[in-house]
């Protein structure tokens, strides 16, 4: 069974929640939050083939056109996404516009990094067209799926830094940055799209990175034989929850429930019990 890193992330948060979802197949019904993510991956991917044209079309050392450039390509990419899709987002009671807005901004996020790694590129070597292509580093891919058959898991980084001596993941985050280190799940998260990097593109990984969009803040994390050590640790539980025929106990930090989609479904009892008999074939004598 090859898991995805966010069924380790998702174990860390709530053994149950992740039992729910992949064992007994509850859904929490935000079908709106499901299409609004494929999205956003689609777009992601096209922004990363639409790269190498931007690139190729740059003939001058000025941030602006350069960022100029960017945002031309990334838009238009961006239009024809939220074009195509837009009777999906409708039947789903998206808002269209304020979706696009969102989009919009990153993009443009993206746009500004982007441009400013070009320009520091060509403060190092004026070179221009099929030329910078090939020269630029690091090139930058923004998510991108990564797997190792090995530890039979698989996984979409949010960005990746490629180097000529090594490649650095990136998760980017909102939300709070923690006062110091990074939270447990995202320090796991990480860690797996480390290992999974270094794996899909056969280069040392030395170091990843989460980025706290809110706080503008990097915390990076290095690769040492413990990220290994705890990958395996964390993808063993998941496994075990994943294969148990058990119901896991309800999260002990009870806040977590007030913001579950799952939260009906979970603590009611009968019909837990069930969604465990038709999983069974038999009634348990206690389940929650
Ligand atoms: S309601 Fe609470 S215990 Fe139940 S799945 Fe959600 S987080 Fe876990």
């Not at 729910?20 to 993510?37: F, H, M, Q, W």
């Not at 650095?168 to 995202?186: D, F, L, M, N």
């Not at 009870?254 to 038999?282: T, V």
Request: glycine share 4%.
């Amino acid at each position: 069974m090859t898991l995805a890193v966010s069924d380790l992330t998702g174990y860390l948060y709530c053994p149950r929640k992740l039992f729910l979802e992949k064992v007994l197949k509850l859904r929490s019904r935000d079908t709106a939050a499901a299409l609004k993510g494929a999205l956003r991956h689609d777009l992601y991917e096209r922004l990363n083939k639409a790269d190498e044209t931007a690139i190729k079309a740059i003939t001058k050392k000025e941030y602006y056109d350069i960022f100029e450039q960017f945002k031309k390509e990334y838009a238009s990419i961006l239009r024809k996404v939220i074009s195509y899709h837009k009777e999906a987002l409708k039947k789903v009671k998206v808002d269209i516009p304020e979706f696009y807005n969102q989009m919009f901004r990153g993009i443009i996020n993206e746009a500004k990094v982007k441009a400013r790694n070009i320009l520091d590129f060509l403060e190092t070597e004026e070179v221009y067209g099929d030329e910078l292509w090939e020269k630029l580093t690091p090139k930058i891919l923004v998510k991108v799926a990564v797997q190792d058959e090995e530890l039979d898991m698989k996984g979409v980084v949010d960005k990746i830094e490629m180097h000529p001596d090594e490649i650095v993941p990136i998760e980017i985050k909102t939300g709070k940055a923690p006062e110091k280190g990074v939270w447990p799940g995202q320090k796991i998260q990480l860690f797996c799209y480390m290992l999974l990097a270094e794996k899909t593109f056969d280069k040392p990984v030395k170091r990843g990175q989460l980025y706290y969009l809110d706080d503008k803040e990097t915390r990076e994390l290095i690769n040492t034989p413990f990220v290994a050590e705890d990958v395996k640790k964390t993808l063993a539980k998941t496994k075990e929850i994943l294969e148990s025929k058990k119901l896991p106990d309800f999260v002990e930090n009870k806040r977590k429930c007030e913001k579950c989609p799952l939260k009906d479904q979970c603590y009611d009892s009968q019909f837990m019990e069930e969604k465990m008999f038709e999983l069974l074939g038999e009634r348990q004598e206690k389940l929650v």
